[in-house]
C-alpha cells in the first residue's frame, strides 16, 4: 500500500471511529477489481448519526487536501463516499443488513475487522 494510500485509509476509519461510527469493516480491493483499493463499510444509529459521519468524513478529507464525491445525503439511509482510492458506505443498520456488502466482496476480498 503506498503511503498516500494508507494515510486516507486511516484518516477515514479513525474519523469513523472517533465519531462513533459501529461496525467498522475494511475491505481490501487491490487486484479484485479496479473500482479502489479499498472500500470501508460503517454503520450509524440512526439517519442523522448516518449524516453527521458522513459531513465529519467529507470535512477531515478535505482538511487534509483529498477529493472526495459523495451521495445519498438527502435520505441519509445510505451514503457513498468515493475518496478513490478507497469508497466508504456508512448506513443505517436496517439498509446494511439488506444490501450485506460484506457478503457480496467476501467472496472477493479479504475482511479486515477494526
Not at 48 to 76: C, F, I, M, P, W
Request: glycine residues 4%; aromatic residues 8%.
Amino acid at each position: 500500500m503506498s503511503a498516500d494510500n494508507s494515510k486516507l485509509l486511516e484518516l477515514i476509519e479513525t474519523t469513523l471511529d472517533n465519531n462513533k461510527a459501529e461496525n467498522i469493516v475494511t475491505i481490501d480491493l487491490k487486484g479484485k477489481t479496479s473500482l479502489a483499493n479499498y472500500m470501508v463499510i460503517a454503520s450509524g444509529t440512526s439517519n442523522r448519526h448516518v449524516a453527521a459521519l458522513a459531513d465529519k468524513v467529507k470535512y477531515e478529507l478535505k482538511q487534509q487536501g483529498y477529493t472526495a464525491n459523495s451521495e445519498g445525503e438527502e435520505k441519509a439511509n445510505w451514503v457513498l463516499i468515493d475518496a478513490f482510492d478507497v469508497i466508504v458506505h456508512i448506513f443505517c443498520p436496517e439498509v446494511r443488513d439488506f444490501y450485506n456488502l460484506e457478503k457480496m466482496w467476501n467472496t472477493a476480498a479479504e475482511l479486515r475487522k477494526n
